[in-house]
């Protein structure tokens, strides 16, 4: 059984999360619970705009996550 070597960032088994600002609008420009359009790495608990630009830490399994996702809805 091959395995493919890249995964999708909406594939079931990878583990992102968006991420929801936790501080008063006057802090970061969003409000408390507001989506600030970036994602968090579940596993490294790395954050960027979109999962293919988080900097994983070294040994995340997710560093090979790619976005079909970001690539088709930011053209
Ligand atoms: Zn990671």
Same mark, same amino acid.
């Given at each position: 059984m091959s395995k493919p070597n890249k995964r999708s960032f909406?594939?079931?088994?990878t583990l992102f999360e968006l991420v929801r600002s936790?501080? +008063? $609008?006057? $802090?970061? *420009?969003? &409000?408390?619970? #507001? +989506?600030?359009g970036e994602v968090r @790495?579940? #596993? @490294? &608990?790395k954050v960027a705009a979109a999962p293919e630009y988080i900097p994983h830490l +070294? *040994? @995340?399994?997710?560093?090979d996550v790619t976005s079909n996702w970001y690539e088709q809805t930011h053209q």
């Open positions: 909406a594939d079931p088994d936790d501080t +008063p $609008v006057d $802090v970061d *420009g969003f &409000k408390m619970g #507001e +989506p600030t @790495c579940r #596993e @490294c &608990k +070294p *040994g @995340c399994s997710q560093n």
